[in-house]
């Protein structure tokens, strides 16, 4: 079969490449020069002002963050430290119900910053679950990722980190990795994300320029499924009337890790 | 595209016209999206010039289109992803199916995509046996209804929520309502199981980006982030034009089409897929496919004078603001894509002939051209559109319009080159019109060939005078 998509797929590029040259445009390029390119400086300064941002650069940029955040329902609370931040989450997930049946159970990523959270202990005395997405290297692998899909399903709440937040769009964004399952974001009724005061960028051409230029970020490239997430889930289709949670989470709520003052 | 019917275009825009259910949805579409819209443009830092800008980088991809998929195919194959070509609709439902059959899917998932609907996926899946469920509410709305969506970006828009109230009762068995966040919620149970349960999801492609290799989909509803995550396979379909080269086109192109779609900063959900899911992860699909397609489009490529459409994002901003569509609705247009966009591409995509009233019910007021966000000359194209069928094009297998018509421009031309016979006709026609009937001082009927032009109107009568005897009287 695969051999057999190459020759479809040179007899469709060839039919393609005669489109364009019976309406030759003026902005064709060699296959080497297709691609944006900055000088090392212009990349070396832009990377410099990015990652130089003082502790008050990063604070206004919060702001801009929940300034955003605010008319598309996503709930930025900014934190102390990770044990406020912990004990706001446990105080959330008290407080709010479940959406289908009447259990409460949480699922969450194997993530450093949320495994310093200690949930589970802190949640363990209400018998609350905390259920930790991490595939251990003993397990059966599709038994093991059957159980913890089954145990997403059944939770309420999903918490998980993030790689960046761009505060102009207020975006969060998650690019795929082991152990940090997708579903936990996107099944649950409620998403928590937890992220630190320096994981916020200005816009959305801050982040792509870091995607291309970033030695770390160019190494680990864009992975199989990156998403941005902007906001709980939301719908305008019966008479353009804005509802939330249309499949996935209903809420969102961010904290951001601002460090002690 | 399955089931075309341009052909019964004036009869159903006449419908749609009388149908006042239908017009305050529309007119509900036509005064908020559309006005909102335009005021985002305007608080964009770059102003106008994103536009301009965007359109350039689409004109970049369509003019590089070749290495741009060939560099896209060949970064998904290498993170284990498959990539088909399609020439057409037939080639890509059968990979289509031939997936399903392989995987013995029974059921599937489906983000919106106009492209799957442009192939005809639905009925193909439904027959070889497959349960093809759509996700998007609008388009499930329109699903449950045995309709078609009206709108690419708002397919149910056509109804009201008291129609779609009475129809999740019937439907989904659950008491009338006409609340929009219950029957949201209704909707959301309903598909959760789906969701959870699905063997295979399908989905489009808004902007592929052809350096890092991977495709993206854009949503608000979370449904199409569901639907490729979750089942084993994920079978994307993308138009081959839906793609850019350098990443950073998509910060403009992207919050360009969030705004022309929906007046926002940034769709809630931006995903990018460049294959299945590694092996260390837990869950994201095992298989992933993407579908290439051609169908009709490399032919507009290859015409200097239509390759701008290709540089469609399938926003929808020239619908929420187009006075043709505001009146007639989508369905009239008897086709899958609707509004101005709909009217210059489906001919091009279909048969220009059997289409052309498509183009020629289009006002060429501008609007559209000036709320899209890459600023493509739709008006350009429609007139060009007119012209060919006038003139006739063996290209585009067009044969040029009637001998009568012809020959009655060729008279007015002769007639508007000469002063005398020009003012002889007009003296002789202000004497006819006397015997047309009239009603306020206006033409009620036209004698044929010309009776076409008072069918839906009256037309004024020619004045007494004409304005150069006027001024000539003035100055005296
Ligand atoms: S023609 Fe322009 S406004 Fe219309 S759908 Fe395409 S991109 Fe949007």
Redesign the interface.
């Known amino acids: 079969m695969i051999e057999e998509?190459l020759n479809?797929?040179d007899?469709?590029?060839k039919?393609?490449?005669?489109?364009?040259k019976?309406?030759?445009?003026?902005?064709?390029?060699n296959?080497e020069e297709?691609?944006?390119r900055l000088s090392q400086s212009t990349i070396d300064s832009r990377l410099k002002k990015i990652q130089n941002r003082t502790r008050a650069d990063q604070l206004k940029l919060l702001d801009l963050l929940m300034e955003?955040a605010e008319p598309?329902n996503l709930r930025v609370m900014p934190v102390k430290n990770l044990q406020s931040a912990s004990e706001s989450i446990k105080e959330l997930i008290l407080d709010k119900n479940p959406e289908?049946g009447t259990v409460k159970k949480v699922a969450a990523w194997k993530h450093p910053l949320i495994d310093k959270l200690s949930l589970g202990d802190a949640l363990a005395k209400y018998d609350i679950p905390v259920y930790q997405?991490e595939?251990k290297s003993t397990d059966d692998?599709p038994a093991g990722?059957q159980m913890?899909?089954e145990q997403i399903?059944e939770s309420f709440v999903g918490i998980t980190a993030a790689d960046f937040c761009i505060a102009?769009?207020?975006?969060l964004v998650m690019k795929?990795?082991?152990?940090?399952?997708?579903?936990v974001s996107?099944?649950p009724s409620i998403h928590v994300a937890v992220i630190e005061l320096n994981q916020i960028i200005e816009n959305?051409?801050e982040f792509?320029?870091l995607?291309?230029w970033d030695p770390i970020q160019k190494k680990e490239?864009?992975?199989?499924?990156?998403?941005?997430?902007?906001?709980?889930?939301?719908?305008?289709?019966?008479?353009?009337?804005m509802?939330h949670?249309?499949?996935?989470?209903c809420e969102l709520h961010l904290f951001v890790i601002t460090g002690e003052t | 595209m399955t089931t075309i019917s341009t052909e019964h275009y004036k009869n159903k825009a006449k419908e749609a016209i009388k149908d006042d259910v239908l017009q305050s949805a529309l007119a509900g579409l036509q005064n908020r999206l559309g006005p909102a819209t335009a005021a985002m443009y305007k608080n964009l830092p770059e102003g106008d010039e994103l536009r301009y800008k965007a359109h350039e980088v689409r004109m970049f991809a369509l003019d590089n289109l070749d290495m741009l998929l060939e560099q896209l195919a060949q970064k998904i194959r290498q993170r284990g992803g498959n990539v088909f070509f399609a020439r057409d609709q037939k080639e890509a439902v059968n990979y289509c199916l031939e997936i399903t059959r392989r995987r013995k899917a029974k059921l599937a998932v489906k983000g919106k995509s106009m492209v799957s609907e442009e192939i005809g996926l639905n009925d193909a899946l439904i027959k070889d046996g497959v349960k093809a469920v759509e996700t998007d509410l609008g388009e499930y709305i329109v699903q449950l209804a045995g309709e078609h969506p009206s709108h690419i970006i708002a397919p149910a828009i056509h109804k009201t929520r008291n129609q779609i109230g009475s129809l999740f009762e019937e439907k989904l068995g659950i008491s009338y309502t006409n609340d929009p966040p219950t029957l949201t919620k209704a909707a959301r149970k309903h598909l959760r199981d789906a969701f959870l349960t699905a063997d295979i999801g399908f989905s489009g492609c808004n902007l592929a980006c052809a350096e890092t290799g991977h495709i993206t989909t854009l949503s608000n509803e979370g449904n199409i982030r569901l639907a490729t995550t979750l089942p084993k396979v994920h079978v994307a379909i993308m138009g081959m034009e839906r793609i850019v080269a350098s990443l950073e086109d998509h910060d403009a192109l992207f919050r360009l089409l969030s705004r022309g779609a929906a007046a926002q900063n940034l769709a809630g959900y931006v995903s990018y897929i460049g294959g299945p899911a590694l092996d260390s992860e837990i869950d994201g699909p095992e298989e992933f496919h993407l579908v290439i397609l051609d169908n009709g489009r490399s032919k507009i490529l290859a015409d200097e004078e239509f390759k701008e459409i290709l540089c469609c994002i399938r926003c929808a901003a020239c619908l929420n603001v187009c006075p043709v569509y505001g009146k007639i609705g989508g369905h009239s247009y008897g086709c899958t894509y609707t509004g101005p966009i709909g009217a210059v591409l489906t001919p091009l995509m279909t048969d220009i002939g059997q289409s052309k009233d498509l183009f020629q019910g289009e006002s060429l007021c501008g609007a559209c051209q000036d709320n899209c966000p890459v600023n493509i000359n739709l008006p350009r194209m429609l007139l060009a559109l007119r012209a060919k069928t006038a003139e006739g094009d063996p290209r585009w297998n067009i044969k040029p319009s009637s001998p009568v018509e012809k020959f009655i421009f060729s008279i007015w031309s002769k007639l508007i080159s000469n002063r005398k016979a020009y003012d002889f006709f007009f003296r002789l026609a202000r004497f006819g019109q006397k015997i047309l009937p009239t009603k306020n001082g206006e033409i009620r009927k036209l004698p044929p060939p010309f009776s076409g032009w008072t069918l839906d109107r009256d037309m004024q009568q020619i004045a007494s005078k004409s304005f150069i005897q006027k001024w000539k009287e003035t100055q005296k």
């Open positions: 998509n479809n797929q007899r469709f590029l039919t393609v490449k005669e489109a364009i019976a309406s030759p445009g003026g902005y064709r390029k296959r297709l691609f944006s955003q598309i289908w997405s595939l692998l990722k913890i899909r399903f102009q769009t207020a975006s795929s990795h082991p152990n940090q399952a997708r579903a996107l099944v959305l051409g792509y320029f995607q291309k490239g864009l992975t199989n499924c990156m998403t941005l997430i902007s906001g709980p889930s939301k719908t305008g289709d019966i008479e353009l009337i509802v949670g249309a499949h996935g989470p």
